[in-house]
């Protein structure tokens, strides 16, 4: 009896970590005190809003990141993080791509395997691959994904280092952002 009450100990400690994870709990990043959220226009030239993303741009493709094109953001943006993300995940949000520290003054950043024109600054955090780069969509077969390609206006640089992992750069973010666009894309096997 001793056995099976410590084995269900574990067993209970055990999901409760995989539940919580091993460190704090994610938070939603909130936007600056006494801002009013600006809009940014993302675009791509290779998919339109709601639209199918290019095999080139998935994980059946070439894997390259999109061109995406944005709008000026708003006035004391420091920098700008840019996401990629898929909501339909199963279990909550996964990050495809977290590049920050992009300059301000960025109005394309061309496709391909590194965003290039970027910023000297610029860094990938890991993504939930545990990468530190860009990991174009890639639905579990049978299943079609939306995917967000989100750019973030922020008030300040981030102090972090390259693979930063997501749960520091919403840290780092929680009351820095002053604008925000997004682009949808679809995608399925």
Do not use: W
Request: glycine share 10%; charged share 20%; aromatic share 4%.
């Amino acid at each position: 009896m001793r056995s099976r009450t410590t084995a269900l100990a574990v067993l209970a400690s055990v999901s409760l970590l995989a539940l919580g994870g091993c460190g704090k709990p994610r938070i939603i990043p909130r936007v600056a005190s006494g801002v009013r959220l600006a809009s940014i226009t993302v675009t791509s030239p290779s998919f339109s809003d709601g639209s199918r993303i290019p095999v080139d741009h998935t994980c059946d493709g070439k894997d390259l990141m999109p061109e995406l094109v944005l709008s000026s953001p708003p006035e004391n943006t420091r920098s700008l993080l840019l996401l990629v993300e898929d909501p339909d995940a199963p279990n909550g949000t996964f990050t495809h791509m977290a590049l920050f520290n992009v300059s301000p003054d960025v109005r394309k950043l061309p496709g391909g395997a590194e965003p290039t024109g970027a910023g000297e600054a610029a860094r990938f955090g890991l993504n939930d691959f545990q990468v530190a780069h860009y990991s174009g969509p890639c639905p579990p077969r049978g299943e079609a994904h939306r995917y967000r390609f989100r750019v973030v206006a922020l008030d300040n640089v981030l102090d972090l280092p390259e693979g930063a992992p997501i749960a520091r750069i919403e840290e780092a973010i929680d009351g820095h952002i002053i604008g925000e666009g997004m682009l949808t894309g679809h995608f399925g096997h």
